[in-house]
């Protein structure tokens, strides 16, 4: 509707799609992940009608992925259940929740970025392990952000930690 959002029904935009993970996993040789985003996807969490339209999109992309050999990954704001976690970023409806993540392969692993979370366990990274996917905390830019994410991965035997840098890497 705004313009920052694929056309996510689109053929055009999953041949597109297709296509730049093709030159992606060129470029990069070799390789057992893909990360797809999907976050701060605000065009389409916040409109229903799109919101509705999203679990066929995760199911088909996620499978593509999986079917090209990688393991899709999610950023997971979206697929949080919005306002139960204190401090962390999240925008997916309570009644929605379920049924966007039963969506991805099975394969997929679920990311979760919350820069405001200083304290481990880390809440919303914890109730991903719940939901029976490979986990994985993306802490950002300050040390107590980091050693909430690294305790709860490591006190609680989940799938790892992806460091991000974004903007920043010229500031470390």
Same mark, same amino acid.
């Given at each position: 509707?705004?313009?920052?959002?694929? &056309?996510?029904?689109?053929?055009?935009? %999953?041949?597109?799609?297709?296509?730049? #993970?093709?030159?992606?996993?060129?470029?990069?040789?070799?390789?057992?992940? %893909?990360?797809?985003?999907?976050?701060?996807?605000?065009?389409?969490?916040?409109?229903?009608?799109?919101?509705?339209?999203?679990?066929? %999109?995760?199911? #088909?992309?996620?499978?593509?992925?999986?079917?090209? +050999?990688?393991?899709?990954?999610?950023?997971?704001?979206?697929?949080?259940? *919005?306002? =139960?976690?204190?401090?962390?970023?999240?925008?997916?409806?309570?009644?929605? !929740?379920?049924?966007? #993540?039963?969506?991805?392969?099975?394969?997929? !692993?679920?990311? &979760?970025?919350?820069?405001?979370?200083?304290?481990?366990?880390?809440?919303?990274?914890?109730?991903?392990? &719940?939901?029976? #996917?490979?986990?994985? +905390?993306?802490?950002?830019?300050?040390?107590?952000?980091?050693?909430?994410? !690294?305790?709860? !991965?490591?006190?609680?035997?989940?799938?790892? =930690?992806?460091?991000?840098?974004?903007?920043?890497?010229? &500031? *470390?």
């Amino acid at each position: 509707p705004d313009g920052w959002a694929w &056309d996510i029904e689109s053929e055009e935009v %999953f041949a597109l799609l297709k296509q730049v #993970r093709a030159e992606l996993y060129d470029v990069f040789g070799e390789g057992e992940y %893909f990360h797809l985003g999907c976050d701060e996807a605000r065009s389409i969490t916040q409109n229903k009608e799109l919101r509705e339209k999203l679990p066929a %999109f995760l199911e #088909r992309l996620t499978h593509e992925v999986e079917a090209e +050999g990688r393991r899709p990954m999610l950023w997971m704001d979206m697929l949080l259940e *919005r306002d =139960i976690f204190p401090n962390c970023y999240t925008s997916g409806e309570k009644d929605e !929740v379920e049924a966007l #993540r039963g969506a991805t392969a099975p394969s997929t !692993v679920f990311i &979760d970025w919350q820069y405001g979370c200083h304290e481990s366990p880390v809440p919303s990274l914890l109730s991903l392990k &719940d939901c029976g #996917r490979d986990a994985m +905390g993306a802490p950002w830019y300050n040390e107590g952000n980091y050693s909430a994410y !690294v305790n709860t !991965v490591a006190d609680n035997d989940m799938h790892g =930690i992806m460091l991000t840098t974004w903007h920043t890497l010229k &500031d *470390r």
